[in-house]
């Protein structure tokens, strides 16, 4: 048994060739975390960890996100996510 972890999964050349620079350049030891890493980068610029229940909510504009779990809808105010209720009615222009 190799106490190697590698991911099941087809590799070209070039993207295995990949994976190894990565895992020397960001000092990781094996395949598995390249791809966890790469993928905690990825999803942080298309979702966000939802306040109320901490699930990833996806986000649908630049600063709104909408949570699958509990259904709340995060919006960005003043550089905080802030969850609240679904708008019954949607919001006029204000001010
Ligand atoms: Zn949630």
């Known amino acids: 048994m190799s106490a190697n972890h590698t991911l099941n999964m087809e590799l070209s050349p070039a993207e295995r060739e990949m994976i190894e620079l990565l895992k ?13 890493l790469l ?3 990825a999803i942080q610029r298309i979702a966000i960890t939802c306040p109320t229940c901490g699930h ?5 504009e ?6 699958r779990s509990c259904l ?3 919006t960005l105010s003043e ?3 802030e969850a609240g209720q679904v708008p ?8």
């Open 24 to 36: 020397e350049a960001l000092g990781l030891d094996s395949d598995e975390a390249v791809m966890k």
């Open 39 to 41: 993928m905690r980068q």
């Open 56 to 60: 990833y909510a996806r986000l649908s």
């Open 62 to 67: 630049e600063d709104r996100a909408i949570c």
């Open 72 to 74: 709340s809808v995060i």
């Open 79 to 81: 550089g905080i996510w």
């Open 88 to 95: 019954l009615v949607p919001p006029g222009s204000s001010g």
